[in-house]
């Protein structure tokens, strides 16, 4: 028997208005995020342009000159505020819902851009944009109907704190040894797959002390958030230096939410209550998105520029002004 959609939105929102709140509360946050991210990459943007370019990554007299940027700090102020605004989202609604909902600041970050550069983005941009947001979208909204609030048990945690520490050991070996070779896209892939744990054990800390259990594998998940969030910035900030705000967006809210929600699904057990249907729309839709970030590297204006600089028709590589 089928029933009437408006009936079942209307349900959702009777039902967990907390749930609806969350969704509201990430919307914001993804709007203090993109414009955070062009203050961030504006303020890297300058302190590469002072200092001797390297292709091994920012260095640490880099690192101490963006403290010193009025523009990344405020961009990293607002990126905190949106960090907040994520966590408190999170207490309020499944992992699944809200933690997709942050594509939003793809499409602001993307037209914010295209003012502060004057470079409109091109058809196919758009249409990589577009796949982003859509996918990411349908992700949504099916996990609307379909996700449950699950208090997270200890051996789950245990789960998410091995496959972590085994994500960072791969990511600080391919950085020691591959670095040089490193393009935007690796550091922006990193950064999700880094920050998708990041909002996943967040969920977690939240949810044990929401039920009373703080205890010392509370501490280690806390400890963890912490060293993932770390890595995961110093990531964002090299992605800056080598690709355009909105494609480090587009990595990091597709990425980001793919990994968490796939870990919620998969650890957490949020979708246990999934019809079949609703599993197969999920693996299409993380697909569309994942794509679409690819796509995005690949046909972005400002990407196609850097690359006619570094592989010009000549095939001798010009070294890009600083």
Known sequence: MFTDPIDDVAQVFTQDPRQVLGIFIALVGAVFMSVGAQLQHRGVVKVEKSTAHSDSGLNVKQLGLLIARPSWVLGTSMLGLAILLQLISLSLAP????????????????????????????????????????????????????????????????????????????????????????????????????????????????????????????????????????????????????????????????????VAVTIGIVVLGEASQAPLWAMIAFAVAGVIAIWGVFLLSRVHPQQLVDDVIDAPPSGERVIKPV
């Not at 502060?116 to 099916?142: D, E, P, Q, W, Y």
């Not at 789950?156 to 496959?163: M, P, T, V």
């Not at 010392?216 to 958030?225: D, M, N």
């Open 95 to 258: 992992l699944i819902v809200v933690q997709p909902l942050g594509a939003v600041a793809l499409v602001i970050t993307s037209i914010i851009n295209a003012r502060v550069t004057h470079k409109g983005l091109n058809r196919a941009s758009i249409i990589a944009v577009s796949m982003c947001v859509g996918g990411v979208g349908l992700f949504v909204t099916i996990a609307a109907f379909t996700a449950i609030d699950k208090p997270v048990q200890t051996d789950d945690l245990i789960i998410i704190l091995i496959i972590l520490a085994v994500v960072l050991l791969v990511f600080a070996a391919a950085f020691i040894f591959l670095r040089r070779r490193f393009k935007a896209l690796f550091y922006i892939l990193g950064a999700g797959v880094l920050y998708g744990f990041v909002a996943t054990l967040a969920k977690v800390v939240i949810n044990r002390v929401q039920n009373g259990n703080f205890e010392w594998l509370t501490f280690v998940c806390l400890l963890g958030l912490l060293l993932a969030a770390g890595v995961g910035a110093y990531f964002v900030q090299n992605a800056y230096s080598s690709g355009p705000p909105d494609l480090v967006i587009a990595g990091l809210t597709v990425v980001d939410p793919l």
